[in-house]
């Protein structure tokens, strides 16, 4: 787990979304050459927009960098899913944020294979998932946020 997280006041523009992340690359890798980035931009998300970046020869460090989508604070709750991911990076589930942004994060990319539903099915695949999903859902998210509105509230 890596406590590197700053929140940076940088607002991407989801029509310049190279250029937005080269603002946060330079915040958060101010040694990478960026005359040697390279930029994926996924094409699955429903809401938000995804960039990954990384420098010649060095794929496996990419910083992905999600731009949620307009709108989308309506349906999801932004601050809750920061906490969340970070509760889940610190047992050890998921990645490490590097920074949030005004409309945004980065996030640490961690290289594997995306399930498909051909791959859920399989006898040597869904009964890890199971135990993965029992060991995560013994971890106390609504209880840590309950209380933490609470405090909150209170004073």
Known sequence: ???????????IDENEIIVGA???????????PLQQLHFKIFTDGRTNKLVGVWYSGHYTDMVLIRIYGNNSALLIDRKSEINNI??????????????TFNNGFAYEFLEGETLTTETV????????IAKRMAEMHTLKFEFINYINYIINYIY
């Open 1 to 11: 787990m890596n406590i590197c997280e700053e929140h940076l006041d940088i607002t």
């Open 22 to 32: 080269k603002d946060i690359i330079k915040k958060i890798r101010p040694s990478w």
């Open 86 to 99: 970070r509760i889940l990076n610190k047992a050890g589930y998921t990645h490490c944020i590097y920074a």
């Open 121 to 128: 099915r399989n006898p040597k695949v869904y009964p890890l």
